[in-house]
């Protein structure tokens, strides 16, 4: 028995050195494996003195071996893994703190970006402070806009406004093709525009009407005020500002950037409705 049991050990002596070897000449062992390395070694030397005292079998010895192997690397593998949940948790909270670190940063750009885009907005607008719009005009070929529109203003608003006044006037293109291209007129005082803009309301029912000349930032704005009925009983622009009526009679003025939602206006229920 006892050479049966030294051959055993011997098997095992000669793997571990076979490994040693091996571990030795690629890289030095990390020192998980040589803990696990010499506890091993110290179990097969107290399981080797236990089997002389006690004469036990070959099949007990393989079993025993076996059994504290597996014993000893279920610890390894399981120290293993909490050492790579720890760094795992140590690596996804330093992202964590970044990330919120770049969504602050994110955020601080876009409400500089909104407050630049507020500023790009508000200044084309005041460009267009002495512009109106003019739609409804039959176009005729070799036309002179300009004469067109200082016979509007004078025969139908009864304006003593000429061409002399107007800095510019000229059609621009539109994605209607079944309407005449309305007419874009920039006077030299915002004065000649705004008797223009009082004395509108004439051209009601000639086919004609009037408007102020809105950036495509500001017309947008407008259109979603004027469509949003269960906030806004009513809108109109003024000197290139938009202005609207809740549905409790007051008046506010619209903000480029800054939705209706983020407004105390209050929102009409069904039951509410004339």
């Not at 304006?159 to 309305?182: F, Y």
Request: aromatic fraction near 6%.
């Amino acid at each position: 028995m006892a050479t049966g049991t030294n051959s055993i050990f011997s098997y095992f002596k000669r793997k571990r050195s076979v490994s040693s070897t091996s571990s030795a000449s690629s890289s030095s062992p990390s020192p998980d494996s040589k803990k696990i390395k010499d506890s091993l070694e110290d179990t097969f030397t107290c399981i080797q003195e236990e089997s002389q005292e006690s004469a036990m079998s070959e099949t007990n010895i393989v079993e025993r071996v076996t059994k504290e192997i597996e014993s000893k690397l279920d610890t390894f593998f399981d120290n293993i893994k909490d050492k790579i949940r720890e760094e795992i948790k140590d690596v996804l909270e330093g992202v964590m703190k970044r990330l919120h670190g770049l969504e602050t940063r994110v955020d601080v750009l876009d409400k500089e970006n909104l407050e630049l885009k507020r500023k790009l907005v508000s200044l084309e607008q005041y460009g267009r402070r002495p512009n109106i719009r003019i739609f409804g005009v039959k176009e005729e070929p070799r036309e002179d806009c300009k004469a067109q529109v200082a016979k509007i203003l004078q025969t139908k608003l009864n304006l003593d406004i000429n061409e002399e006044d107007m800095d510019a006037a000229h059609r621009v293109p539109q994605r209607a093709k079944d309407r005449p291209k309305p007419i874009i007129v920039r006077f030299f005082k915002r004065e000649s525009k705004e008797k223009v803009m009082r004395s509108r309301k004439n051209l009601k029912n000639s086919g004609i009407s009037i408007a102020e000349d809105l950036c495509a930032e500001m017309l947008h704005l407008y259109n979603r005020i004027k469509s949003d009925t269960l906030r806004v009983q009513d809108a109109w622009v003024w000197r290139g500002e938009i202005f609207f009526k809740d549905h409790r009679g007051a008046v506010h003025k619209a903000q480029y950037g800054k939705p209706l939602q983020d407004m105390d206006i209050p929102i009409m229920r069904y039951r509410d409705k004339p």
